[in-house]
């Protein structure tokens, strides 16, 4: 072959080399680095994409063999109906504001979705509790209920 139409494909191949983000092809086309280093990097580089290229192989033809099917039961389920864990709330970094505003709406929401009226006195609402015990599932039978700890949150010692 004529060494002009060379010229041209090993310049544009050291150009990729010198800018490629896979690590090592830089190093096997680099003519200030030692001959010995460039064949060992040649030698990594074509080891590793081979080695690449046989573990890619072996997990698409897995896959092609061992094909994963993911179905939904429903995907129609509101999400007021799925069961959710109990959390936990630190009160370091919370906003407290938020939380009883969020609270104060999704009672009042309640109450009317259950046609009851909250109660216009400075006491504790005793509808409150029942609704405590729906929204967070809160068991009954503890040493304290829901309402005892408002009582304490809401009384001014």
């Avoid at 060992?40 to 890619?56: D, E, M, N």
């Avoid at 809160?138 to 040493?143: I, K, M, N, Q, V």
Wanted: proline share 4%; with cysteine.
């Amino acid at each position: 072959m004529n060494r002009k139409k060379i010229s041209p494909l090993v310049s544009t191949t050291e150009e990729y080399a010198a800018t490629a983000t896979v690590h090592g092809v830089g190093y096997v086309l680099n003519r200030d680095i030692p001959l010995v280093d460039r064949i060992l990097w040649l030698v990594l580089v074509t080891c590793f994409l081979s080695i690449s290229v046989y573990l890619s192989y072996n997990f698409y033809t897995d896959w092609q063999t061992n094909r994963v099917i993911t179905t939904l039961e429903s995907t129609t389920k509101p999400v007021t109906e799925l069961q959710f864990p109990a959390v936990t709330i630190c009160r370091e970094g919370l906003d407290m504001e938020a939380v009883k505003k969020a609270l104060e709406l999704d009672y009042e929401k309640w109450n009317l979705d259950n046609k009851r009226r909250k109660r216009s006195t400075g006491s504790v609402d005793p509808g409150l509790s029942e609704f405590l015990r729906e929204k967070f599932r809160y068991d009954d039978e503890a040493e304290y209920n829901m309402m005892d700890i408002l009582q304490s949150m809401a009384s001014p010692d």
